[in-house]
Each structure stands twice: as structure tokens, then as C-alpha cells.
């Protein structure tokens, strides 16, 4: 499985990026809007991400019909070769990704939380899925469950005829809250992880490799005391 870091902010891509782990990146409206982005620097921004990470980075479009939303991926799959473009599973994002799609953008449909809406996302040629965990959570609802069906059903067939370059379309686990969560979706073989930064840290902490460390450290102040 790969890791994808959920955030627009620069500080935590570079340092995820310098652990050698990060594949990608995934934003929204709402992660740029807590950077304090402006909508003149959104761009630029943008940018910067894919010179960071030589990975997909998914930038969102905030528009609404089929069109508008094509005009929007264009404008940001100029900016970057790695710029895949986030689109909600709705149906004009259907329509704009089915468009896309056969001009070679990749788009990654976002809001997904069905095995219906992933298909249809799949059929209309996305090349990423990312079935949301943590807002069924929300809800009191079973979020793993709910990504376990996707990834099954999307690997009962081959949509690699209706993605870009004929790639097969892959699942990325989003919303992801904690380890768990991440584990839980390794084992049903989802495709990638999106995580904040602070639960990508937290993959890689454990008290026992903390207690090992420490103890290793101690045992050896007493070699170099001795």
C-alpha cells in the first residue's frame, strides 16, 4: 500500500517527503483554506506541492456542472505533469470525468461512499477512487465495512479500458483518522492511504519501539562507561 499525505500544508510535505514513504499527496478546499491560503496564490501553491512530491498531487475543483468543472481540471492539469484532478462523485463529475478521461487527465473521485458510486466512477474512467472512512465513523456507521465492499467489488473487473494511459483505477483509503484505520485497509488491500501528518506519524510510533530504544541507549552509556 501506498501512503498519500492529506494536507495542503508545505512544511508537512517536505518533511513527510524527507522519510523516504510519501507517494503522493491529496488537498481540498478545506486543507488550503487552513494554510490561510488566498484564492490568487491557490495555483502557485499548487505548484509547489508537485515540485515537492514527484507523485500524483490531487487538486480539487470547487465547481458544480459538467463544463465548469472541465474548464477547471484543464486549468490545473496545466500546472504540473503529477496534477491529478479531485473531483466529487456526483453526476456531472461523472460526465466531466468521463470527458477528461479520453483527453488524458486523470481525475481522482472524491465524496465516494458506495460500492454503486465507485463503480460508476470506475466506468466513467477515474483513475483514483477515494471511498471516505472516518465520516461514516461520524455517523456511527461502519466505515472500514463500507471501503472493504469498494475494494472487493472494484477488484471483481478490469476498468483499465476506461482510465487514462489504461491503467487499472486504484482505491485510495481517505478519511483516515488513525493506524488503525490504515492497517485495517492494508489488510482488505486497498491501494493507498491518504493521512494527515499527524496520523502518518503516529504509523511509525509504537511505546515498544519507543521502551527498545531507550533501552538500547542506556545498555550503551554502560559500554562506553565501562
Known amino acids: 500500500m501506498k501512503f498519500f499525505l492529506d494536507t495542503a500544508d508545505l512544511g508537512e510535505i517536505e518533511k513527510a517527503a524527507s522519510w523516504g514513504v510519501l507517494a503522493g499527496v491529496t488537498t481540498n478546499p478545506t486543507l488550503y483554506a487552513r494554510t490561510g491560503g488566498k484564492l ?102 461502519d466505515g472500514l465495512e463500507q471501503l472493504s465492499q469498494v475494494v472487493a467489488a472494484i477488484n471483481n473487473y478490469n476498468f483499465s479500458e476506461n482510465t487514462v494511459r489504461g491503467e487499472q483505477v486504484e482505491i485510495i483509503a481517505a478519511s483516515v483518522r488513525s493506524a488503525h484505520h490504515v492497517t485495517q485497509a492494508a489488510l482488505m488491500g486497498a491501494d493507498i492511504a491518504t493521512v494527515p501528518f499527524g496520523t502518518l506519524k503516529k504509523c511509525v510510533q509504537h511505546p515498544l519501539t519507543d521502551r527498545g530504544l531507550d533501552a538500547f541507549m542506556k545498555d550503551w552509556e554502560k559500554v562506553q562507561n565501562a
Open 40 to 141: 490568487a496564490d491557490f495555483h502557485n501553491h499548487i505548484k509547489r506541492i508537485c515540485e515537492i512530491v514527484d507523485g500524483p498531487v490531487s487538486a480539487e475543483s470547487v465547481a458544480m456542472t459538467r463544463d465548469e468543472i472541465v474548464r477547471d481540471a484543464r486549468e490545473l492539469a496545466a500546472l504540473a505533469p503529477n496534477v491529478v484532478v479531485k473531483i466529487p462523485t456526483m453526476i456531472e463529475g461523472l460526465a466531466a470525468t468521463r470527458t477528461l478521461a479520453k483527453e488524458g487527465i486523470p481525475v481522482n473521485m472524491t465524496l465516494c461512499f458506495t460500492v454503486p458510486q465507485a463503480i460508476m466512477a470506475a466506468r466513467a474512467g477515474a483513475r483514483y477512487i477515494s471511498p471516505f472512512v472516518g465520516r461514516f465513523d461520524d455517523i456511527s456507521e
